[in-house]
């Protein structure tokens, strides 16, 4: 199964998911001048801040502040940008409705979606390019049980054209779980690896029938599948389209 990102909520049929308002969701990380995060831990951050987004009670509750305006950017295509900031713009930044979650060493502030030509002035002055990380230590094995969102080895992305790529794995993940399993998922602090295949493996992925996420191609890549989601135990046993 793929889904297309820029992609639209499993929900809406492609006429309505292009007439609906477009909406496009925020992704901030930190990167100072001295001890910027490591590459990993910066993309399994910006998976898990998504899922905290969409797990958060102003998004869940009905009357939640933030419902409204996330099921209408679902409700269209869904699509993600992930920004730098540093210093004094990182802390004015975070006065705007969103989520700070950490890792290891990355910090990556999530914001309520915004229309896709009202960005906030404190967001839109901020760069998009130059993102760019390298590891800061070796990387482990993925932990057994966790899902792993997989990377095609043949494509190389800036970390933040592939933080919106994990982030939309994640998010097609949280679309196939139920209420209870969310709550485990959460629970765990929304526990996941991401690791690059190799070609060999990638090769096995795309053809075991997993979800697997396919960029639009709007920018840095040509059209294509970018992640593949793989095990844990927080997924559904049969594949589903539709949100709970």
Request: net charge negative; charged share 25%; proline share 10%.
């Amino acid at each position: 199964m793929t889904t297309p990102f820029d992609a639209p909520s499993p929900a809406a049929a492609p006429s309505e998911r292009d007439a609906n308002p477009q909406y496009v969701l925020p992704l901030l990380v930190r990167l100072e001048r001295t001890d910027p995060p490591g590459r990993t831990d910066a993309l399994e951050t910006s998976a898990r801040a998504v899922l905290t987004l969409l797990g958060d009670p102003r998004v869940t509750e009905p009357d939640g502040e933030w419902a409204e305006r996330v099921s209408a950017w679902e409700d269209a295509r869904i699509r993600k940008v992930v920004r730098r900031a540093r210093g004094g713009e990182w802390r004015k930044a975070g006065e705007l409705p969103g989520i700070t979650v950490t890792g290891a060493t990355a910090e990556v502030r999530v914001f309520v979606p915004v229309p896709l030509d009202g960005w906030p002035k404190e967001l839109a002055k901020l760069q998009v390019s130059g993102t760019d990380l390298e590891e800061t230590g070796p990387i482990a094995a993925p932990a057994p049980g966790v899902p792993v969102l997989w990377l095609n080895p043949e494509l190389e992305m800036s970390a933040g054209k592939t933080m919106a790529q994990t982030g939309h794995a994640a998010q097609l993940a949280w679309w196939r779980l139920d209420d209870t399993q969310r709550k485990e998922w959460a629970e765990s602090g929304f526990a996941l690896a991401v690791r690059t295949a190799t070609p060999a493996a990638w090769a096995e992925l795309t053809a075991s029938g997993l979800p697997l996420v396919q960029d639009a191609g709007f920018t840095e890549i040509a059209p294509g599948l970018t992640v593949a989601l793989e095990g844990g135990t927080v997924y559904c046993p049969t594949p589903r389209l539709q949100r709970p």
